[in-house]
């Protein structure tokens, strides 16, 4: 389980270059990146870069799974509707398992289908012993209950970390499947070397599935079960003033924005040398092409000028939440996480 959970305890270590404008990142099992940035802009983190690091892994750990005789990991994702975001996701996800040699399956569902009808469904895939690991796209229709859906999943097939289970034994430090969003993170600021212990962070946004998974991996302790990174987190949400949430990012040494808010974050609420990542993801209309293009919640170009570590939106935390789910199917297949305790609860 430590080798297959390895990424949890790994951290980066980050040299800088005599310029100070290129940095070298020793990584876990001895793989380097090389960032670049221009003299007194923030290094762009390359989640593309890592993300392809982890399916390299990925890759690697499922070639060996299979080779020793066991049955290749499979995974089975719910599509309800008709949603593109929805159905582009699912798309991404189905590459990148084919990418690193998992099989997987898409079951399409109108958006008409009943909760009932749903909850069989699911219940009908955990008891297939060939799925290994059981995602329900979201958002789900309205008249759906989407809690009660990730609560059908049971926890050992949960992939994306929504079981009530799975977020229990997060919050204690335990080992779970961890939402792939939030561990994404964890592994971009490990992994590029960005110290943690005693630092003072700031998670812009409170949801259960991305700003609360952040804020605990950050905050926990680091000699636990589940190790965590020892920082302390101040969480704002949409009733914090934007005055008062500069007062706490200008101490920052961490920003992360998670709040799905367009430029939330400005050069003015940042520290110098701060990092800063960027999980919103929002489609706007380009004001000169007139074209759809994905914007995040920190002014990019602006903060970019003050902060010592940045990632861009497309092209930072989203790759890496596809790799993170890759890992998180391999860990269902292994059937590394069915403590004693957790199997009496699901039986």
């Given at each position: 389980m430590a080798t297959a959970?390895?990424?949890?305890?790994?951290?980066?270590?980050?040299?800088?270059?005599?310029g100070g404008g290129r940095l070298l990142l020793l990584l876990p099992r001895g793989r380097r990146l090389h960032l670049t940035a221009?003299?007194?802009?923030?290094?762009?983190?390359?989640?593309r870069k890592l993300a392809r690091q982890i399916r390299q892994e990925a890759r690697h750990e499922v070639e060996q799974w299979v080779a020793a005789g066991n049955k290749r990991p499979h995974l089975s994702v719910v599509l309800v509707g008709e949603n593109p975001a929805s159905h582009s996701y699912v798309l991404n996800k189905t590459k990148a398992a084919a990418d690193v040699g998992i099989s997987s399956e898409t079951i399409l569902k109108p958006a008409s289908i009943t909760e009932e009808e749903l909850l069989d469904l699911i219940s009908k895939l955990n008891n297939d012993a060939n799925v290994d690991g059981l995602l329900v796209q979201l958002p789900l229709p309205e008249?759906?209950?989407?809690?009660?859906?990730c609560n059908a999943v049971t926890p050992d097939k949960d992939v994306d970390g929504f079981h009530v289970i799975n977020v229990g034994r997060m919050c204690l430090d335990q080992y779970s499947m961890l939402p792939a969003t939030p561990w994404g993170v964890w592994e971009i600021i490990k992994r590029t070397g960005i110290p943690t212990l005693g630092k003072n962070v700031v998670v812009a946004g409170r949801s259960k599935n991305v700003g609360m998974p952040i804020a605990m991996l950050?905050?926990?302790?680091g000699r636990h079960e589940r190790p965590g990174g020892d920082a302390t987190v101040t969480i704002s949400h949409r009733y914090t003033p934007k005055e008062q949430l500069k007062q706490h990012t200008i101490r920052a040494d961490i920003v992360v924005a998670a709040a799905g808010i367009p430029n939330l974050i400005t050069a003015d609420m940042i520290k110098e040398g701060a990092a800063v990542i960027d999980v919103g993801i929002t489609r706007v209309q380009d004001p000169v092409t007139a074209k759809p293009?994905?914007?995040?919640?920190?002014?990019?170009?602006?903060v970019k000028?003050?902060?010592?570590?940045?990632?861009?939106?497309?092209?930072?935390?989203?790759?890496?939440?596809?790799?993170?789910?890759?890992?998180?199917?391999?860990?269902?297949?292994k059937k590394l996480l069915q403590p004693k305790e957790l199997k009496a609860l699901t039986v």
């Open positions: 959970l390895g990424p949890l305890r790994a951290l980066g270590r980050a040299a800088q270059g005599p221009p003299s007194n802009d923030a290094v762009v983190i390359s989640g008249h759906i209950d989407e809690r009660k859906i950050l905050h926990t302790d293009k994905l914007v995040g919640d920190v002014d990019f170009e602006g000028k003050k902060a010592s570590y940045i990632t861009p939106v497309p092209g930072g935390v989203g790759p890496m939440t596809v790799a993170m789910l890759m890992k998180n199917t391999i860990i269902a297949a």
